[in-house]
T-cell receptor
Framework: GENVEQHPSTLSVQEGDSAVIKCTYS??????FPWYKQELGKRPQLIID?????GEKKDQRIAVTLNKTAKHFSLHITETQPEDSAVYFC?????????FGKGTSLLVTP | DARVTQTPRDKVTEMGQEVTMRCQPI?????VFWYRQTMMQGLELLAY????????DSGMPKDRFSAEMPDATLATLKIQPSEPRDSAVYFC??????????FGPGTRLTVL
């Protein structure tokens, strides 16, 4: 089955700096890659996604890049704010199943 | 702003008891997923329904877990008998297809 590795497991940045979270996947048939943000005690919320026919997608301060050849994709958050502090999960989809990474706990300090 | 709803939000029960968790998917979504989240294992897929038909429940312990969709507005996940290792947060998610998935608030289950 699909195996998704996510790094780093924790990340601390100063407010205003950029944060980058990286994921790799094993199944070359995966074709959809969402990112979820989960605040403590809350539900995972879809923040951005990318499909395998696109290399990059941007939405305001967040962007996702996909390298199909290398089988890795990354989340970039620019101008980080304290409210960006949360756990971020990447996922890769093959057929119907989303396989999630183990999560990155992002802390943005003022 | 349509959202997936789940009940109960918290459940504390004793080992051996039956637990039923309920989910109301977003109206019009034809896919429903059940996930379990623990610190050790992260988010694991338990079951998947499309148009109310169960297509995959390979992630569930078959002897004690069961998932059903009695109608388009209700999905259930049942554990009988419950065990302490079942303690986790159980999320339901629905989607307009197999890509985007929108999560419910979760049911935090504690089995003593």
């Amino acid at each position: 089955g699909e195996n998704v590795e996510q790094h780093p497991s924790t990340l601390s940045v100063q407010e205003g700096d950029s944060a980058v979270i990286k994921c790799t996947y094993s199944d070359s048939a995966s074709n959809y890659f969402p990112w979820y943000k989960q605040e403590l005690g809350k539900r995972p919320q879809l923040i951005i996604d990318i499909r395998s026919n696109v290399g990059e997608k941007k939405d305001q301060r967040i962007a996702v890049t996909l390298n199909k050849t290398a089988k890795h994709f990354s989340l970039h958050i620019t101008e980080t704010q304290p409210e960006d502090s949360a756990v971020y999960f990447c996922a890769a989809r093959r057929a119907y199943a989303l396989n999630f990474g183990k999560g990155t706990s992002l802390l943005v300090t003022p | 702003d349509a959202r997936v709803t789940q009940t109960p939000r918290d459940k504390v029960t004793e080992m051996g008891q039956e637990v039923t968790m309920r989910c109301q998917p977003i109206l019009g979504h034809n896919t429903v997923f059940w996930y379990r989240q623990t610190m050790m294992q992260g988010l694991e897929l338990l079951a998947y329904f499309r148009n109310r038909a169960p297509l995959d429940d390979s992630g569930m312990p078959k002897d004690r877990f069961s998932a059903e969709m009695p109608d388009a507005t209700l999905a259930t996940l049942k554990i009988q008998p419950s065990e302490p290792r079942d303690s986790a947060v159980y999320f339901c998610a629905s989607g307009p297809g197999e890509s985007e998935q929108f999560f419910g608030p979760g049911t935090r289950l504690t089995v003593l």
